[in-house]
């Protein structure tokens, strides 16, 4: 079993940043990919950015060139930059984490959510 917990959330005025964290932890072989996606309310979840165990990254239209996704090894932890946040940033911010198994298969695991609210 692998546990995921989110961190960072909260509260900033339009045009401030935030940086979310995402530790796994438990049982597996390696880590493939960690993401973030988000949920605003009343929408689907969406991507916004995710990151492979070889560094290679992929971000939302959306929030290319104000966002930015990073990774310790190390520390099993990815992390999500977000400046220059706008109100519709508002949202549920999920991690993902993608695990080569002890078994060699792959599974997903979600993180319970940390909420972001833009507003002045």
């Known amino acids: 079993q692998v546990q995921v917990v989110e961190s960072g959330g909260g509260l900033a005025q339009p045009g401030g940043s935030l940086r979310l964290s995402c530790a796994a932890s438990?049982?597996?072989?390696?880590?493939?990919?960690m993401g973030w996606y988000r949920q605003p309310p009343g929408k689907e979840r969406e991507l916004v950015a995710d990151?492979?165990?070889?560094?290679?990254?992929n971000l939302a239209d959306s929030v290319a060139g104000r966002f930015s996704i990073s990774k310790d090894n190390a520390k099993n932890t990815a992390y999500l930059q977000m400046n220059s946040l706008k109100s519709e940033d508002t949202a549920v911010y999920y991690c993902?984490?993608?695990?080569?198994?002890?078994?060699?298969?792959?599974?997903?695991?979600w993180g319970q959510g940390t909420q972001v609210t833009v507003s002045s």
């Open positions: 438990g049982r597996y072989a390696s880590i493939r990919v």
């Open positions: 990151i492979t165990f070889g560094g290679a990254t």
């Open positions: 993902n984490v993608q695990v080569r198994t002890e078994s060699w298969s792959t599974a997903n695991y």
